[in-house]
């Protein structure tokens, strides 16, 4: 047992050097989710240029932290926290791309897991519902109907995902994505209808 002393001062610095990673984490975690969801409000201002620099900055701390605990610590990189963080990072990204009519970016462009990826990809169906509204209220319906389109692509796409929830905890996601689109239709026939018997009307008038 002459090593003891050694052994143990060794798993000491090593657990001590991974606390104070682990605390640098969980901080920066915190700034990419309030990147992320300012970078979401901007969108529905119509400010992809400020959202798009917010989420620069997100992935700039998210690539810090990956480079901090790459070699000895990366099972931070699948702590909840860093989870949460790459959720909101990965929906951030993919509505900004399907906002600006380009390909979303795969998970490793931005540095996030693909669990994360898909939970913040089945997110971006609640925020293109709020799209979806926006356009019908400004009397935009192939616009809605555009984004609706979207929606349902990215429910369709999320329904080929049936593992156990220990491995991707995607059934709730898949729940609400559906719930949303029924209502979305709903919403969206019954105003296409009223908008119908609106032109019928002003037809018959003139």
Request: glycine share 4%; charged share 35%; with cysteine.
């Amino acid at each position: 047992m002459e090593n003891i002393e050694s052994i143990i001062d060794a798993i000491e610095k090593y657990l001590d050097e991974k606390e104070e990673i682990r605390e640098r984490s969980i901080k920066s975690c915190r700034n990419i989710i309030r990147y992320s969801r300012k970078a979401i409000q901007k969108m529905h201002r119509n400010e992809n240029v400020e959202a798009a620099s917010d989420l620069e900055k997100a992935l700039a701390e998210l690539t810090e932290i990956c480079s901090l605990v790459k070699d000895q610590h990366n099972d931070i990189l699948y702590r909840g926290f860093m989870e949460d963080a790459c959720r909101e990072l990965s929906e951030g990204f993919c509505l900004l791309s399907i906002l600006q009519g380009e390909d979303l970016p795969r998970p490793d462009e931005i540095n996030v897991t693909p669990s994360s990826y898909l939970l913040g990809l089945g997110d971006v169906v609640g925020e293109l519902r709020r799209f979806v509204l926006d356009s019908m209220r400004d009397n935009r319906f192939d616009e809605a109907e555009n984004f609706f389109r979207k929606m349902e692509r990215i429910y369709n796409s999320l329904l080929r995902f049936d593992y156990p929830s220990a491995m991707l905890s995607i059934k709730k996601v898949q729940d609400n994505c559906r719930a949303l689109i029924e209502k979305t239709r709903g919403d969206l026939t019954v105003a296409l209808c009223a908008r119908k018997v609106e032109e019928r009307i002003n037809k018959i008038e003139e």
